[in-house]
């Protein structure tokens, strides 16, 4: 009952991702390791709640055994994380004795040179199928059959989508001295999210299974090519009569249906929103006139509303009713979920959530949460097909007629390590930002989306990354003052990173789950849009706001070029002296030096010929005395 009763109020939750195939928006094959800073470790305990437990602290593994069916690899009790190419850096399980040990089924190690016959920079696809069992476990002095087994989880499974039985993982229970096996109905092992890191405190009830016999058995089973699955922490505890627990809350407006931005300009604030959390019942018992109340932290703005009925072992999307914010101004604030249970709530240190928000002046951002984060950028994912060229999407809804100044992106600066190399964000490569319309994005009747959207409002000279770029960790640009009239918009930022020569490397906020428009990416190397559900660090400047990193100490200003676009002839004029030696060069838009000129007293002016280049973009750096000055030339 617990699987199929999530998955319904699941397709209810995501009505809002529906139109992704029909505009040939794919989901993403691989991604990056999601990294968990903060964890929900609560559960029940104590000695009149548990009936059995293992922390996993003994290597000899008593009363477990190991089965490799696929005979790529096996269970194993570890201390240590994850060995493969692709779980770098993906770290240790969150549970409360980690440190003496737990179970891993180490799948990425085993398709990772030079296991199972993999070849050296090759990505093993072997699959790898093993189960650990264990037992048996006396439950019979439990008085009843109200019990749960507990254990916590951390898993990362690839390669296909939830419930395409390619990749899988099971839980089931023996009652009869291990000799049949019933399915569990583990409700991780069908709704995961490919390739994204999570940690969970699993609980599954097994009041249906009359478990509280002698001889009891559970086995745990791995079926996939790549990643993890670590547990530890094993209990069996008896059921509550009633305990709800809350996993999910947001505060949405209705339009943007399901987009929760972290920062929003006073200006755009809607007059009305809702409150929302996913609500699951861990008691044995049915809820009844299950309250929900919501309020924003600080202020007299709550709301509530009752939910008729929650059925043991079911999760509930709940929302209130549309309510007035519109008295809400400029600053930071947050808000706070809270689920009564109708009986007796054994924990109710779950049963309440808060996030923080902010409403600016003209600051427009989707991110800025980062409970949990990823990074995106040039080559990562997919490899050499997107070293250059690839695409990064912000949806952004205008309320009220704006004036678009300025944008940026957040550079994720730390490297790390993939089976396609190491990523690092460094300085020399380029960023060029465009302003798209949303014409068609949520329209049905439209079949497919073209790598500029709905059309291109207007696009910025390319910019070249410099190193205190990357010192301050954003690229940002200063836009012309754009109109911007009640509509929604794209802000997309292009990276060029010459070959993988210079990566760059965004922040991704994976803190809140956004709909498929919210966040997108464009893939050059198969002309593709994927929806990213996250939030990338794509932010927009309106009425003033200037991003613009323009470094004074570091910039040649008073330059002038003209013509531009040329099909010969370059003139360069400066407001100022140019005493010292200056050199002029001219990129291609990998990022390769194809000309240069070196002045040893360029003075104010002088002119320079392009005719035998080829007809294109070209970017033009002029250096002098540690000084720059980078715009992009048009070869006609």
């Known amino acids: 009952m617990k699987k199929t009763l999530l998955l319904i109020t699941l397709l209810v939750f995501s009505l809002s991702f529906s139109q992704v195939n029909n505009k040939n928006i794919q989901t993403w094959t691989e991604s990056n390791n999601t990294i968990i800073t903060n964890t929900n470790n609560s559960q029940l305990g104590g000695d009149e709640f548990t009936v059995w437990e293992n922390d996993f602290s003994d290597q000899t593994l008593p009363n477990i055994s190991i089965e490799n069916v696929g005979g790529y690899g096996d269970w194993i009790w570890s201390t240590e994380s994850t060995q493969g190419q692709w779980g770098a850096n993906a770290g240790l399980i969150e549970s409360p004795t980690v440190d003496n040990g737990f179970m891993l089924i180490d799948a990425d190690w085993f398709n990772t040179y030079p296991n199972n016959g993999v070849e050296d920079g090759a990505v093993g696809e072997n699959a790898i199928n093993s189960s650990f069992t264990i037992g048996p476990i006396d439950l019979s002095s439990s008085e009843t059959s109200a019990l749960v087994l507990q254990f916590y989880s951390y898993y990362r499974i690839c390669c296909f989508a939830a419930g395409n039985g390619a990749n899988d993982m099971n839980v089931y229970i023996s009652t009869d001295n291990g000799v049949t096996f019933e399915d569990l109905n583990y409700i991780e092992g069908d709704i995961y999210e490919t390739n994204v890191g999570t940690q969970t405190l699993s609980q599954i009830p097994l009041g249906a299974y009359a478990p509280n016999v002698e001889n009891v058995y559970f086995k745990f089973e791995w079926i996939g090519t790549h990643y993890f699955w670590m547990i530890d922490d094993m209990s ?155 695409r990064f999407a912000n949806y952004f809804d205008i309320k009220e007629t704006a004036t678009l100044t300025s944008a940026r992106i957040g550079l994720y600066l730390n490297s790390f390590d993939t089976s396609l190399g190491t990523f690092e964000t460094t300085s020399g490569g380029e960023v060029i930002f465009y302003l798209c319309d949303t014409t068609g994005i949520l329209d049905p009747a439209v079949e497919s989306l073209d790598m500029n959207l709905g059309g291109v409002i207007w696009e910025s000279d390319y910019i070249m990354i410099q190193e205190w770029m990357v010192d301050e960790g954003f690229v940002s640009v200063e836009i012309p003052e754009i109109e911007l009239n009640p509509n929604a918009y794209f802000l997309v930022a292009e990276l060029y990173s010459n070959g993988l ?136």
Do not use: C
């Not at 505060?251 to 929760?260: G, S, V, Y």
């Not at 709940?318 to 309510?323: K, L, P, Q, R, V």
């Not at 400029?330 to 779950?350: A, H, K, P, Q």
């Open 236 to 390: 069996i505890i008896q059921q509550p009569a009633y305990d709800l627990k809350m996993l999910s809350a947001w505060l949405t407006m209705e339009d943007p249906a399901n987009i929760e931005y972290y920062a929003i300009p006073e200006s755009q604030m809607p007059n009305e929103m809702l409150f929302g959390a996913e609500i699951y019942n861990y008691g044995y018992n049915d809820e009844t006139n299950v309250l929900l109340s919501g309020a924003i932290d600080g202020t007299a703005l709550s709301t509530s509303t009752t939910y008729e009925l929650v059925e043991s072992d079911s999760t509930r999307l709940i929302e209130t009713d549309f309510f007035d914010i519109s008295s809400l101004t400029e600053g930071t604030y947050s808000f706070t979920n809270t689920v009564e249970s109708g009986g007796d709530d054994v924990l109710i240190e779950d049963n309440t959530l808060s996030r923080e928000f902010m409403i600016t002046e003209n600051e427009y951002k989707l991110d800025g949460l980062y409970d949990t984060f990823d990074y995106l950028g040039t080559g990562w994912p997919f490899g050499e097909d997107n070293a250059d060229g690839v």
């Open 501 to 636: 020569n210079n990566d760059i490397i965004i922040y991704d906020d994976t803190s809140v789950p956004q709909p498929w428009f919210a966040s997108m990416y464009w893939s050059p190397g198969d002309e593709t849009w994927y929806s990213n559900g996250n939030a990338l660090a794509i932010h927009m400047g309106i009425n003033g706001l200037n991003y613009a990193n323009i470094n004074e100490e570091n910039s040649l200003r008073g330059i002038e070029l003209y013509p531009n676009p040329t099909n010969d002839l370059i003139n360069i004029s400066s407001a100022e002296l140019l005493n010292g030696k200056t050199i002029i060069s001219i990129y291609n838009i990998l990022g390769e030096i194809i000309k240069t000129w070196d002045f040893n007293n360029f003075g104010v002016y002088k002119s320079i010929s392009i005719d035998n280049l080829d007809t294109g973009n070209y970017i033009l750096e002029i250096s002098n005395n540690e000084k720059l000055y980078i715009e992009k030339i048009v070869k006609k």
